[in-house]
């Protein structure tokens, strides 16, 4: 019985599951989005973005941790180079994970996990955090009809006064 046991083993034992951690994570990296099965996308996506989150303090204890889950001196690079400056306003969610059909020879459900800041197609038609709209009046639940009309019997008075 699997009583609280929260993680996917993808079918793998420990340092096989870690291999292929580390190495779809070193290619989501450098190539900023793949495809592989749904299962693997949703366990990368547990594994990839605490490492995104702490790539965002560039210090020498930082890239150390890193390095020891990814193992490679260019993902690294590109991380702290590229995706942490990218990012460093975002407060989560780093990636996303999009559903893509089913795998023709075993009918596995594929998906494509890509970072959210390097899409160019979703963010060409949204405005950055900084350049949004003046910021809006706040609502109350009070009908404004009802003091639009008082404020116009007050300027008919007045008017009514000053014909006089």
Do not use: C, W
């Amino acid at each position: 019985m699997r009583h609280g046991n929260k993680i996917n083993h993808l079918g793998r034992k420990i340092g096989h599951r870690a291999a292929l951690l580390k190495n779809m994570a070193a290619s989501l990296i450098l190539h900023k989005r793949i495809n592989t099965t749904l299962a693997k996308a949703r366990e990368l996506r547990q594994y990839l973005e605490p490492l995104v989150t702490k790539s965002k303090d560039n210090t020498t204890h930082s890239r150390r941790v890193i390095f020891s889950y990814l193992q490679s001196k260019d993902a690294l690079k590109e991380l702290f180079a590229v995706i942490a400056p990218k990012i460093a306003t975002r407060p989560g969610g780093y990636l996303r994970v999009i559903k893509t059909g089913f795998r023709s020879g075993d009918a596995a459900e594929m998906a494509l996990i890509e970072f959210v800041d390097f899409n160019e197609v979703y963010t060409l038609g949204t405005k950055p955090a900084s350049a949004a709209a003046p910021e809006k009046k706040k609502r109350t639940r009070r009908s404004s009809t009802k003091k639009a009309k008082a404020q116009g019997e007050q300027t008919e008075t007045e008017e009514a006064k000053k014909e006089e």
